[in-house]
């Protein structure tokens, strides 16, 4: 049976969504048709996927023609079990991980939980003060399954979740990918992904946006969506109907005050400032890639390509 080959790691609100989307239309790979199993993040209750069973059943349609097999699980990156577990199971696995400014992406992280149940509170500025309750079991909303999603600042610590990303990974394996690349040319991070994978250039032309800002029409609908998902999830039927669709609307995020605007740029500054060293060491093996050539193999080892020089 095949089994998977690399890894979305996250971050949540950092584009893997639409990621996950392009590559899964590429004719070389393989997605998991669950989106965010979650089977490897044992500590989080989020999992969607429990049984060995079940997981290995989501590859079971992959063809000798595929040469890289994934998933993409959002909150891979932020669970302390998930890497340990992938590695054993998958040693030779590569990782795409994806980041963004961490307080841009607390900002969406909070608008993602209201949108589905976890989050109760009318501003974000509201939620980010309860943290500390919180932390200790206080203030959580009746429907958030997982109470550390709630946790805005360790959720978007970026930079301290790659350094353990790479203590814990040799680079070789990994492909760091930050939002802001991609948004100023999908492209191009498209095809460097294709590389990191070993795969031919489909010569993608078009890349949609997925989630972007949206919101829920009724809580109760939601909710009830909600419990379909997971029965339906349960009963191994992996697609759904599009119904949640119906209960969206277009939601823009509002501004945030100055003051509390100020107090994010101060708490993240430390973490910004790690994540900005990690995308500049991408930057610079990105340079060295294409001014000297580098031969890549796929995911299982043979070569497949040789970038940038002749």
Request: glycine share 6%; proline share 5%; hydrophobic share 35%.
């Amino acid at each position: 049976m095949r089994q998977p080959n690399f890894f979305i790691l996250g971050a949540p609100k950092c584009g893997t969504t639409s990621l996950a989307r392009w590559l899964a239309d590429h004719p070389q790979v393989y997605m998991s048709p669950v989106k965010e199993p979650h089977y490897y993040s044992t500590d989080l209750a989020n999992r969607t996927i429990r049984s060995q069973k079940r997981y290995e059943a989501l590859f079971r349609a992959a063809r000798y023609e595929h040469r890289a097999i994934g998933e993409a699980s959002t909150w891979y990156l932020f669970s302390k079990d998930a890497i340990p577990a992938i590695e054993n199971a998958h040693p030779e696995a590569r990782y795409i991980v994806m980041t963004r400014d961490p307080v841009g992406m607390a900002h969406s992280l909070y608008h993602h939980n209201c949108r589905v149940l976890h989050e109760d509170q009318p501003t974000f500025e509201a939620a980010w003060c309860l943290q500390a309750d919180r932390a200790v079991g206080q203030s959580l909303p009746r429907f958030c399954t997982e109470p550390s999603f709630l946790q805005y600042k360790a959720a978007c610590s970026l930079g301290s979740l790659l350094d353990r990303l790479y203590a814990q990974v040799p680079d070789s394996r990994v492909l760091h990918v930050p939002l802001e690349w991609v948004r100023s040319d999908p492209a191009a991070q498209y095809r460097r992904i294709l590389a990191f994978l070993g795969l031919d250039d489909d010569e993608r032309k078009a890349f949609p946006v997925a989630n972007e800002a949206r919101g829920h029409r009724s809580p109760l609908a939601q909710r009830i969506l909600r419990l379909g998902g997971r029965v339906r999830i349960a009963l191994g039927f992996n697609r759904g109907l599009g119904l949640a669709k119906l209960n969206e609307r277009a939601r823009q995020k509002p501004i945030l005050s100055r003051e509390f605007q100020l107090e994010l740029e101060q708490t993240f500054e430390e973490e910004r400032s790690r994540l900005n060293r990690f995308i500049e060491r991408a930057s610079v093996l990105d340079r060295e890639i294409r001014l000297r050539g580098h031969v890549v193999s796929d995911a299982f080892g043979n070569d497949q390509s040789r970038l940038g020089g002749e």
